[in-house]
């Protein structure tokens, strides 16, 4: 049967994210999904999969239950699916950040950028006083990326503030476009930048993930696969997924 695959994060005041972690792990186990999870005081990071039933009582359940109390009303959600279940258990874990930067300053609670739908991205990224960042892993950025994107070079996200220390300048850099896999990284990026004052920053809603869902082949910009962290290893224009290579030969 065909899984429905959630991509969701939110970030979001949850002082109390240490109580919430076996309730919710209880919540998903009772509806069969597997993926992983990550809470913490800044908010919630997960990719799920499962059937679509389960899939829709879990967004409920994050969006509207109890458990929440109605603190996850803003929650970015991207879905795709998957020929076969992506993951091998569920994980639910408590993080000291839901996206790992390393810096206490850094609050997207409070300020980030400004949001950039799909089928406005073109324009932004196609004008010349942009400069266009790609915030993901080389590994990543080596399997696809947005025409003209500048790779960081980085392992994890943690190095990008260094990147930012050697390699831009808020007086020489006045407009800055970001993009990662689902958003959650550029978001908590440009919030960094905005505090080390740079003017203009903008980054993608819903990140690569929403753009190859929503823009047309024909008229995208992207080249390549992204990179997503389960075992459909890529997907592509449309979300078509890309499995293993060895999988074809078991």
């Known amino acids: ?14 002082p109390d994210f240490r109580d919430l972690r076996e309730p919710l792990r209880a919540i998903c186990a009772d509806l069969g999904l597997k993926g992983s999870v990550l809470l913490a005081r800044e908010g919630i990071n997960g990719t799920l999969a499962g059937s679509a039933e389960a899939i829709g009582e879990l967004v409920n359940a994050l969006r509207e239950g109890g458990l929440f109390g109605g603190r996850l009303d803003n929650l970015e ?6 020929t076969a279940m992506p993951f091998g258990r569920l994980k639910v874990r408590l993080k000291k950040e839901i996206v790992t930067l390393g810096d206490a300053e ?5 300020r980030v950028g400004i949001y950039v739908d799909p089928a406005d991205w073109n324009d932004l990224i196609a004008a010349p006083d942009t400069l266009l960042i790609d915030t993901r892993n080389a590994f ?5 990326s947005f025409e003209g994107a500048v790779d960081p070079g980085i392992k994890s996200f943690g190095q990008f503030k260094d ?7 808020p007086a020489k850099h006045r407009r800055v476009a970001m993009f990662c896999t689902g958003g959650i990284r550029c978001e908590k990026a ?8 740079f003017a203009e920053v903008y980054h993608l809603r819903g990140g690569i993930l929403k753009y190859l869902e929503g823009v047309p082949e024909t008229e995208s910009r992207w080249h390549g696969e992204c990179f997503v962290f389960d075992d459909r ?8 997924e890309r499995r293993m290579e060895h999988d074809s030969d078991e």
């Open 233 to 240: 290893v890529a997907l592509g224009h449309g979300l078509r």
């Open 77 to 82: 959600l991207k879905f795709s699916s998957a």
């Open 163 to 169: 990147f930012v220390a050697h390699h831009l300048d």
């Open 190 to 197: 440009s919030a960094y930048l905005l505090s080390r004052g």
């Open 140 to 144: 990543e950025v080596a399997m696809g």
């Open 1 to 14: 049967m065909p899984y429905k695959v959630a991509a969701f994060y939110q970030f979001a005041a949850l």
């Open 106 to 110: 850094t609050d997207p609670t409070r």
